[in-house]
């Protein structure tokens, strides 16, 4: 006997499979060199294996308190204290994540009402808008510079509305690997001021920051931290991103209405890994090696293109370096989309198009003309070697 499965109305009709998961396998089915979805192909620091290893042996493998371990959260509030000069409490104000994707979408689930509009400027991570549609909120996309990606405070301005219930901000920029100065969140605070908009700092590349600057964290900001849920990532920082942890940092009474949707949620994060986390951190060396580890291994992927047809766009931060392939003849003629296909295919290395960091159909074929796409370098020197060969045939 068959049965037919009863139709349901899809909450995301417009959703498939993410560019990131179609480059893999379309690199994978190629043998091509993947730097498309941001992930690391070498290991972390064996001891912070160990430190895991070590809490999963003492017995900690039953569930932690809800909002998260107690120390990696005084851990926490330690390194935002020391980075950014801004005091949270570790009781009320820090909550360790499933990652920070899950952080986003419990952020935006808690704070926004349906018909509330939640602003986020584009090129922007793919999660943004699917999980601004499951809160119920309305989209506003409102463009970064095209040519600078850097954020344009009128536009921000003119879009703002009575429904404005939060703004998402990402520095260091994915895809753009920008970086936002102190004048620009001077700028942002200062077009908010007076407003009750929130704020979504996602923050997850807040230790790849080059050439000496500092990250300007809303943390450093107080009147922006008052208003903010400050999103970071422990995977992006220390090499471990299948392990799926993280942490938002907010005032209490925002930490309040993000941890009543946590806890039905996700409800709490694996005890071993935060423990180990916690132990890992009392060293703060690690992660302040993170931006010379990346900017070395950035300067090593652009000193391998730089006699490339391939045009280098700046790099400030995170581990993204996009370039511009438009002075290669006939692929140019090839949209971002059609040329990352391409290029996976006959060349051997895969990337990213920015287009598919756009949330509509008009702004994705913009965008695609644009002949920008992303390459990912956090990768071993011999894997960032092979494809500066290949590339270098262009």
């Known amino acids: 006997m068959n049965f037919e499965t009863p139709a349901l109305i899809s909450r995301l009709p417009r959703v498939g499979a993410t560019i990131f998961s179609t480059m893999s396998a379309l690199a994978q089915a190629h043998g091509a060199v993947n730097l498309g979805q941001g992930f690391p192909d070498f290991d972390c620091d064996p001891a912070l294996i160990e430190a895991v290893h070590q809490a999963m042996l003492a017995g900690h493998n039953q569930y932690p308190p809800m909002p998260g371990v107690p120390a990696l959260r005084e851990a926490v509030a330690a390194k935002l204290l020391a980075s950014h000069g801004m005091s949270y409490c570790p009781e009320r104000e820090i909550t360790i994540t499933a990652g920070a994707t899950q952080a986003i979408l419990t952020a ?5 009402h349906p018909g509330d509009e939640v602003m986020v400027l584009e090129p922007c991570y793919d999660s943004y808008a699917p999980n601004v549609e499951l809160a119920g909120g309305v989209l506003v996309r409102v463009p970064l510079d095209p040519h600078s990606f850097r ?7 003119a879009a703002l509305s009575p429904r404005t219930r939060a703004i998402i901000i990402n520095t260091p920029h994915n895809p753009s690997a920008t970086v936002w100065s102190e004048e620009e969140m001077l700028s942002l605070a200062e ?8 704020l979504i700092s996602d923050e997850v590349y807040e230790h790849m920051v080059f050439d000496g600057a500092a990250h300007q964290s809303v943390a450093r900001f107080p009147e922006l931290a008052a208003r903010s849920l400050i999103v970071s990532s422990f995977g992006k920082t220390f090499h471990v991103t299948g392990w799926k942890a993280g942490y938002v940092a907010a005032p209490a009474s925002l930490s309040t209405e993000f941890r009543k949707v946590h806890q039905y949620t996700v409800f709490s994060v694996n005890t071993p890994v935060q423990l180990g986390l916690a132990r890992y951190l009392e060293d703060p060396r690690p992660h302040q090696s993170v931006p010379a580890f990346y900017q070395r291994k950035r300067d090593h992927f652009r000193a391998g293109l730089a006699a490339s047809q391939l045009r280098l766009l700046p790099c400030s931060g995170s581990y993204f370096q ?12 090839l949209n971002d989309s059609e040329f990352c296909q391409w290029l996976t295919r006959e060349v051997g290395v895969a990337a990213i198009p920015i287009s598919a960091f756009h949330n509509s159909a008009e702004d994705q074929m913009r965008a695609s003309e644009r002949k920008i796409i992303r390459f990912c370098f ?10 500066v060969a290949l590339l270098n045939q262009l």
């Open 108 to 112: 935006l689930l808690a704070i926004v």
């Open 151 to 157: 954020p344009d405070f009128e536009r921000i301005r």
């Open 191 to 198: 077009l908010l001021r007076g407003t009750s908009v929130l």
């Open 322 to 333: 996009c370039v511009d392939y438009g002075e290669l003849g006939q692929p140019s003629e």
């Open 378 to 387: 956090a990768k071993q020197d011999s894997t960032l070697d092979r494809a």
